[in-house]
């Protein structure tokens, strides 16, 4: 059982999330000559649509029984982003701080690795970050999903 507040209903899972940093180099120059440069920022447009896409299909096909109505079943939220340092310079770096939500079933380890492989591949399409890869650091927050079996002792709400 969940021990969060939950107005006295039954919690028998609970969701579990990854969290990471993603860093992505550009190469600043003064924004009056914009075109010379590598915007960090715009780097990350593709990678941010690429995850918006990976929510949706996880939505689709993930299925747990006491998640599969839900409309947040597993999303995916950037939660941070610094990039720049002056309205007048091309961004020479990004950060974001991400957490992909996970359900019952599915392993922490095994969504690291498919989280990376899908930003990888969208790095792998562009010349610039081709060379110069984003850099992946999972931190603090990597939760596993949790379930009691319905039929569990602790879930008989009529023993009192």
Request: hydrophobic fraction near 40%; charged fraction near 25%.
């Amino acid at each position: 059982m969940i021990s969060e507040p939950t107005r006295l209903a039954l919690v028998p899972a609970q969701a579990g999330s990854v969290v990471f940093r993603l860093k992505i180099t550009g190469s600043a120059v003064h924004a009056a000559v914009r075109h010379r440069g590598v915007s960090a920022f715009e780097k990350f447009v593709p990678i941010f649509e690429d995850l918006r896409s990976l929510e949706r299909e996880r939505k689709a096909t993930l299925s747990h029984p006491l998640f599969d109505g839900m409309e947040d079943k597993a999303p995916i939220n950037i939660g941070v982003v610094r990039s720049g340092n002056w309205a007048v310079t091309v961004p020479e770096s990004l950060e974001a701080d991400i957490r992909v939500g996970m359900i019952p079933g599915e392993e922490v380890e095994a969504l690291q690795s498919s989280v990376e492989e899908r930003i990888m591949a969208v790095a792998d399409r562009d010349p610039w970050l081709r060379e110069h890869p984003p850099e992946i650091e999972w931190f603090g927050g990597q939760t596993v999903p949790v379930e009691v079996p319905l039929d569990a002792p602790i879930c008989d709400t009529e023993s009192g």
